[in-house]
Nanobody, 119 residues
Framework: QVRLQASGPGLVKPSQTLSLTCAVS??????????CSWIRQPPGKGLESIGY???????YYSPSLKSRTSISRDTSKNQYTLQLSSVTPADTTVYYC???????????WGKGTRVPFSS
């Protein structure tokens, strides 16, 4: 059974870097054609894609967040990490990690992780 568990350091202050790590079990992050993503959901809004690291190691970032986003992976630990720099209160929301492939359509989601903001 594939499971994803996101974890982070806790409070984030303005202008700091938000860092979240998603640990994957039951399936390798390098398995062909799987994409490991970060998604968030601002209050009252729909899901927003942040970016992903592909099975090949390549990465993609949403244009709206690209300048502040970095996604890396540690294949030895089977986990991947999101770093979002220069955070503002608008970045305080629920973050999800997910592992998915298109054909056949398969997706696994971790539970949402709310990142609290400290002023």
């Amino acid at each position: 059974q594939v499971r994803l568990q996101a974890s982070g350091p806790g409070l984030v202050k303005p202008s700091q870097t938000l860092s979240l790590t998603c640990a994957v079990s039951g399936g390798s992050i390098t398995t062909n054609y799987y994409y490991c993503s970060w998604i968030r959901q601002p209050p009252g809004k729909g899901l927003e894609s942040i970016g992903y690291t592909a099975y090949s190691g390549s990465t993609y970032y949403s244009p709206s967040l690209k300048s502040r986003t970095s996604i890396s992976r540690d294949t030895s630990k089977n986990q991947y990490t999101l770093q979002l720099s220069s955070v503002t209160p608008a970045d305080t929301t629920v973050y999800y990690c997910a592992r998915a492939r298109i054909v056949p359509s398969t997706s696994y989601w971790g539970k949402g992780t709310r990142v609290p903001f400290s002023s």
